[in-house]
């Protein structure tokens, strides 16, 4: 195997393999889901496709309570329909294990209405600011760890704003919630440009959710967010390879180490290398022949962080992600 050819080659061990694809296959969970389409609240977003899974349809009792898992996608994914479920890392969750796993679950996966500019450059993704940037709400020794990356235009222009989606979300949230009463509490996720956005709704509402799993987010909180999310009591799973790609770890989780360490509600699962099923490491060759195996952490996610033998990617989290959505929003 020729290491030189991973940007994070030099942290394979010597028996390490590099595994392509995720050892399981999403396909006849995705055929569980429901399209849908929730009317525009605000113009400057629309209407919003969603996929649904209901439990109640698929053997639960309709009299039970039921967590909802309400997931965001992936930069891109929203261009590929109902893909984008698997891309939110949710859609495993909807399999009849992993239903079991949790005692029944919701799960409600809307898109972000993206599209293509001639350019071929993605609008419309998650992370879509809603305002200017506010550096001032960061302290000084975190602006300082993340200067160098600041100075570019794009990342400067994504700290410390809104999601333009934020109330379309919510919106949807809620009426799915009042529609489905046997909803008991709700679980977001987010990846990447999706982690972006479920960062967003954690810190505008962080009462409105009992665990947050936020994978790869493209967004670096700052302290007084965090603590907001921390007063609330909502329990939160931060998943990050150290050898991010895509959203580097030392942009949006580096700098918060220090909280999430002291903190009582939030946990990491920060890898050096991200690892699939068979314990290869994770690689993943996207458009322009880029890698981002690593970026992709929600892979792992939707493998339960559990490996193909049953044992856990994380000894603090033996019972998998399943099991985190069953103790902190089941009862």
Not at 58 to 83: N, Q, S
Not at 111 to 129: F, I, R, V
Request: some cysteine.
């Amino acid at each position: 195997m020729d290491r030189n050819i991973y940007p994070w080659g030099k942290y394979l061990l010597p028996d390490d393999k590099v595994s392509p694809s995720p050892t399981y296959d999403t396909r006849p969970c995705l055929e569980l889901f429901e399209e849908k389409t929730f009317p525009a609240v605000d113009e400057r977003v629309g209407s919003l496709t969603y996929y649904f899974y209901d439990p109640t349809r698929h053997g639960y009792p309709a009299d039970g309570h039921y967590p909802l898992i309400f997931a965001l996608h992936g930069a891109g994914a929203a261009l590929h329909g109902i893909e984008a479920v698997a891309w939110s890392g949710a859609a495993m969750f909807a399999s009849p294990a992993y239903q079991e796993r949790m005692g029944g679950a919701y799960i409600l996966v809307p898109l972000a209405n993206e599209s293509l500019d001639e350019d071929g450059s993605l609008k419309g993704l998650w992370m879509t600011p809603s305002g200017p940037s506010d550096l001032s709400i960061y302290e000084p020794e975190i602006l300082a760890q993340v200067e160098s990356y600041l100075k570019d235009s794009r990342i400067a222009a994504l700290v410390g704003t809104d999601t333009v989606y934020a109330d379309t979300l919510f919106a949807l949230l809620d009426s799915t919630k009042a529609a489905y009463p046997a909803i008991k509490k709700t679980v977001l996720f987010g990846t990447s440009s999706g982690g972006y956005g479920a960062w967003r709704v954690l810190i505008d509402r962080p009462e409105a959710f009992a665990f947050a799993v936020l994978m790869a987010g493209a967004y670096l909180p700052a302290t007084c967010e965090l603590q907001k999310i921390e007063d609330s009591g909502c329990e939160v799973l931060v998943c990050h390879s150290r050898c991010d790609e895509a959203v580097p770890f030392d942009l949006t989780t580096a700098p918060n180490m220090p909280f999430f360490e002291a903190s009582r509600h939030f946990r990491t699962y920060c890898p050096v290398l991200a690892r699939r099923g068979d314990r290869g490491v994770a690689s993943n060759v996207g458009a322009d022949n880029y890698e981002i195996g690593q970026h992709c952490i929600n892979d792992i996610v939707q493998q339960d962080l559990l490996y193909d033998d049953g044992s856990p990617c994380d000894p603090g989290i033996p019972e998998g992600i399943t099991g985190l959505v069953r103790k902190y929003a089941v009862g």
